[in-house]
């Protein structure tokens, strides 16, 4: 690490994305994050390139990378690289990242991503932002993003428009704040990326037959490796999946009067629809769903094709998990409630009443 210098923000250029892959097969975050890292690089003018790292045959996962926008992917091929160790991988990650210089790195906050990032910027001296769930250097879309998402008077603030810095924006505080953080005295700039936040561009296969292949020297020895993956025990666990939903009808506290009922209501309605049960942060503190069922800032960030609210009111940090749905339908018998600002349905009443009353809807 002798000639490197994380200090030395000039010398640093391009954005990279982690690529995770379990037993060959990458990720969905993997084209999440190449997805919005390709916006970020056509923001600063650079190239985007994918990180991957796997045992021997790795490349061959490496072009579907492309189609989703990557200009390369840097591709490390090791036996010991096969099964994921945090020595092996912090080791060649910053060896390679000491010899290209990425000034933006990009990890999925998964459970690997989440072990990794912060040992892999302690090695490089540099920041890390953990659990993003928004990203920009644009200056003037990282406004729109405010004027969209927050309370702040965008409008009444300075601002430096030639700002390159990576702006890094996570839950704070329990969810109840957003914090948008920067790392400006050193590089790469460094986040990890809650899973499902980013939209995934169509893949383009013109694309993926076009990027490049980049296959860097480095060393990688089992005496670099304090630890032995002796076995690796997969556990079936049924999770609701949210990201991936089509139609998902979420319950907020406006069921209390009724917990039960309501979220019997809500089971019946997914059910019919094909969809499935989601929750805002109160019904999942209360101990009627749980965690895998939240939907916000602290919870999942959702695109379905029809977003169902019953009883939700609407706080930003909801409404930032959900907004970007095709189309909002919302029960609230406060004709005030925020989640009718973005609705593009709303019923006002009692959603025990009026979603039988009302809500008739096929999925077909």
């Not at 490197?4 to 000039?10: E, G, L, R, T, V």
């Not at 923001?43 to 189609?67: D, F, N, R």
């Not at 094909?274 to 942060?281: A, F, I, K, L, P």
């Amino acid at each position: 690490m002798s000639n490197f210098n994380s200090a030395d923000i000039a010398a640093f250029k391009d954005v990279w994305v982690f690529c995770e892959q379990r037993e060959g097969k990458l990720m969905p975050t993997d084209f999440e994050l190449i997805s919005k890292g390709r916006d970020l690089a056509d923001e600063l003018g650079v190239h985007l390139c994918g990180l991957l790292l796997g045992g021997e045959g790795i490349e061959s996962a490496a072009k579907e990378l492309g189609g989703y926008g990557a200009d390369k992917v840097i591709v490390c091929e090791h036996p010991l690289l096969a099964t994921y160790t945090t020595d092996a991988y912090a080791k060649v990650i910053c060896d390679v990242i000491e010899e290209l210089k990425p000034e933006a790195f990009l990890i999925g906050a998964t459970n690997i991503g989440r072990d990794l990032g912060p040992r892999c910027a302690a090695r490089l001296h540099t920041g890390l932002c953990a659990d993003c769930t928004h990203l920009d250097v644009d200056v003037a879309n990282y406004i729109q993003f405010l004027r969209e998402s927050s309370t702040l008077d965008v409008d009444s603030q300075k601002w430096d428009m030639e700002d390159r810095n990576l702006k890094m924006t996570r839950p704070a505080f329990g969810g109840h704040l957003m914090a948008t953080i920067i790392c400006p005295r050193f590089r790469p700039c460094m986040a990890t990326v809650r899973p499902g936040v980013m939209k995934k561009n169509p893949f383009d296969q013109a694309k993926a037959d076009a990027v490049e292949i980049v296959k860097p020297a480095f060393e990688l020895a089992e005496s670099d490796i304090h630890t032995e993956v002796t076995e690796v025990v997969k556990a079936a666990k049924k999770l609701v999946d949210l990201i991936g939903a089509d139609y998902i009808v979420s319950v907020g506290r406006g069921i209390s009067k009724d917990v039960e009922g309501g979220i019997k209501l809500a089971e019946e309605l997914a059910a019919e629809l094909g969809g499935v049960v989601g929750g805002s942060r109160a019904t999942i503190d209360s101990g009627w769903l749980s965690a895998d069922h939240q939907v916000g800032q602290t919870g999942k960030t959702v695109h379905p094709k029809v977003y169902i609210a019953l009883g939700i009111s609407g706080a930003i940090q909801h409404k930032a998990g959900m907004q970007d749905s095709e189309c909002i339908i919302a029960v609230n018998k406060n004709d005030t409630a925020p989640i009718f600002e973005i609705a593009d349905y709303g019923i006002c009443g009692d959603l025990h009443r009026g979603l039988p009353d009302h809500c008739c809807i096929s999925s077909g």
